[in-house]
């Protein structure tokens, strides 16, 4: 199945933003495409979990990659997390816990303040 890169639809869009932060959607595709589809999973209780509430949990990623700001990523990532936390599913869990702490390492690289957000 096709995914998109919403990461490379954003960035395209921002380049006519006068005032662009999108040095975070450089980090790593991952959560884009792995996160959507594990969310649904465990909010379904279930794999593979039903693909209209995969198409929604896209469509939520889409969304804060193409339109939010990166406090908003970092809200849904963190969000992520806390909805492994509490699954049942550790195969899943635990691929959430590997993408998001895969993401964050890389953000120690970005330059600046933007190394040092809160976490």
């Known amino acids: 199945m096709w995914v998109p890169d919403f990461v490379i ?30 969310r649904a999973a465990i909010r379904a209780g279930r ?25 908003a990523w970092e809200l849904w990532l963190r969000e992520t997390v806390a909805l492994a936390a509490d699954a049942d599913d550790e195969e899943t869990s635990t691929l959430v816990r590997e993408v998001v702490a895969n993401h964050d390492a890389l953000a120690l690289g970005l330059p600046g303040r933007e190394r040092w957000s809160k976490r």
Do not use: H, K, Y
Not at 49 to 68: D, G, I, S, Y
């Open 47 to 71: 794999r593979p979990a039903p693909e209209t509430l995969v198409a929604q949990e896209r469509a939520l990623a889409e969304r804060l990659v193409l339109r939010a700001r990166r406090d």
């Open 9 to 38: 639809s954003r960035m395209i869009w921002s380049l006519s933003m006068a005032w662009r932060d999108e040095s975070w959607l450089s980090l790593t595709p991952e959560p884009e495409r792995l996160l959507p589809p594990a």
